[in-house]
């Protein structure tokens, strides 16, 4: 059950088990064995992540003498949550696993949440801060809409399988997390011109991990698991904030607005986290703050910082920022009601985002 909000009342969602470390998959079963799960989970993967890891946690709950089933997923629609709702409904499904990329989790954790049944997350990849958050983004085509789902029970990292993924999904990750400066920034402009509800926790705790994240640039290296570790805490902590503000403010902001517009208008978008990065500089520009140390962190974790980076064309650019506003209307940002056309391309050209 999703948790009432009742004015006056909090009511936070957190993993209660969150193991990270080299080969930790291997505790799939004692984890769920720990939150005594039943015996017949439904194992939600991707087309390329099946083979790394969803195969490896069905091994090891089969020869527990647990019956699990399988569905792979490839993307994250409605259609898609449908089907696997389907299958663990015809299984008996008592508890779902997500393990693969953003979209196997989110799929895996919207159906649980629908199904009122628990869910355990084993991310392949740090690609963002979705791993561990209540929130599930779903696409239709055209938008991308997030909605509240239950946190996972449990996050099962393994910094061994997330050492092996593509070094980009890593560095999306850093940016994702990075990008909680501005999502900060813009919550405290509407605590202050809206009196909008904000957690001092939540912000602070939100604003130190990508302190932490951007201050360690120099030591986040493509297969290093030190690394994955580093990113991995990171993207914890980011959604433990998350649960802090039961919102996703505190790691979503006009950044995030802007990388959902571009996956309205980009013919071919890039990574979450590739997007939030670049939309950090320019909103950071328009915070006044210091948007060429996020640029320089962001280099240095060879992360995309121009429209070229991101193989999208500088047209795109230019229309996400002023779709961007409009997103989320109810949350209310430096972005105000807009930026003009003319607003919009200095921003970008000053940032060097567009040439
Ligand atoms: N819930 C939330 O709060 C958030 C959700 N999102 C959503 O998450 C999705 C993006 O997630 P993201 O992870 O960036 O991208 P994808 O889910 O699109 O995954 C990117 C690709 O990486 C592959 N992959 C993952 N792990 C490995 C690995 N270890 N080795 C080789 N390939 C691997 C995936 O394979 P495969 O095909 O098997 O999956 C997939 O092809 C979007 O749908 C976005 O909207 C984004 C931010 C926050
Ligand atoms: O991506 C997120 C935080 O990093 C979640 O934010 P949204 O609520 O914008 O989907
Ligand atoms: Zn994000």
């Not at 799960?37 to 090891?60: E, R």
């Not at 490839?74 to 990329?101: H, I, K, P, Q």
């Not at 570790?229 to 998350?242: E, N, Q, T």
């Not at 948007?291 to 962001?298: A, H, K, Y």
Request: glycine share 6%.
């Amino acid at each position: 059950m999703i948790p009432p909000r009742e004015e006056n009342s909090k009511w936070m969602q957190l993993p209660r088990d969150i193991v990270i470390g080299h080969g930790v998959i291997r505790e799939v079963k004692n984890v769920c064995d720990d939150l005594k799960l039943g015996n017949n989970p439904l194992i939600v993967t991707g087309t390329h992540t099946k083979n790394i890891a969803g195969d490896i946690v069905y091994d090891i709950l089969a020869d527990a003498g647990v019956d699990p089933s399988v569905i792979t997923v490839e993307s994250a629609t409605a259609e898609g949550v449908r089907r696997v709702e389907e299958v663990a409904l015809y299984n008996n499904s008592n508890y779902l696993l997500g393990v693969g990329s953003g979209k196997s989790i989110d799929v895996a954790k919207l159906a649980a949440t629908e199904l009122d049944l628990p869910f355990i997350s084993v991310p392949t990849a740090a690609s963002h801060d979705g791993i561990v958050s209540s929130r599930a983004s779903i696409h239709d085509g055209k938008r991308v809409t997030s909605v509240e789902a239950n946190a996972p029970m449990a996050v099962i990292a393994d910094t061994e399988v997330i050492a092996n993924a593509p070094y980009r999904l890593l560095a999306a990750g850093c940016a994702d997390i990075i990008s909680n400066y501005t999502a900060v920034s813009d919550w405290e402009l509407a605590y202050r011109l809206r009196n909008e509800p904000f957690s001092e926790y939540a912000a602070a705790l939100s604003r130190m991990t990508a302190k932490i994240v951007l201050d360690s640039v120099d030591s986040i290296k493509p297969e290093l698991e030190s690394s994955v570790r580093i990113v991995v805490k990171a993207l914890v902590s980011s959604g433990v904030a998350m649960s802090i503000a039961a919102s996703s403010r505190p790691a979503s902001g006009s950044e995030h607005m802007f990388s959902h517009a571009l996956d309205m208008v980009a013919p071919k978008p890039a990574l979450h986290g590739e997007q939030c990065g670049v939309g950090t500089i320019m909103m950071m520009y328009l915070h006044g703050g210091d948007w060429e140390r996020i640029r320089n962190g962001l280099k240095k974790l060879h992360a995309p910082t121009t429209a070229a980076e991101l193989g999208i064309e500088d047209k795109y650019i230019l229309e996400a920022l002023l779709l961007a506003h409009t997103i989320r209307p109810e949350r209310y940002t430096i972005l105000g009601s807009g930026l003009t056309p003319e607003a919009a391309e200095r921003v970008a050209k000053i940032t060097k985002v567009i040439e």
